[in-house]
């Protein structure tokens, strides 16, 4: 593996997807991620780990409303239109603009879905505490969604 210098994300995180992946792998299941404020984060950070193609079965990026309409409809749709098991999807303001006061910077909507399981939803306030911040703690508490899911049954 590259040195902490040449490492993209942080070595916690590498270290918490290659956990993730492995018990995936074991569990023969597949991810798929549906992205905007994170824009490929998550999926970037599952693919940094090599081998990762076995589990990580496709990810979404989508940035505009337009997009998310577009590509994402209803939730049904989504998971019917990828062979993964478990997606999780991740929108929300990072900032540094775009908030208002309904919706302020900060403001990050996670679902995580597992085929057969309810469908998980949290809102998470991180605070106007800076783009990568927000960007960073939204790919952690998606890991932690998919490691959720993972022990769901």
Known sequence: ???DVDLMFPPDLISAAAELLAKY???GLKIATAESCTGGL???L???IPG???VVERGFVVYSNEAKEDLLGAPAETLGASLANVAVSVTGIAGPGGG???KPVG???FACARRGVPTKVREERFGDIG???VRLASVRLALKLLKAALEED
């Open 46 to 48: 599952l693919t940094e």
């Open 42 to 44: 998550v999926a970037g």
């Open 1 to 3: 593996m590259a040195s």
């Open 107 to 109: 403001l990050v909507w």
């Open 100 to 102: 208002t006061a309904t």
């Open 52 to 54: 990762s193609s076995d």
């Open 131 to 133: 783009r990568e911040k």
């Open 25 to 27: 792998r074991e569990a």
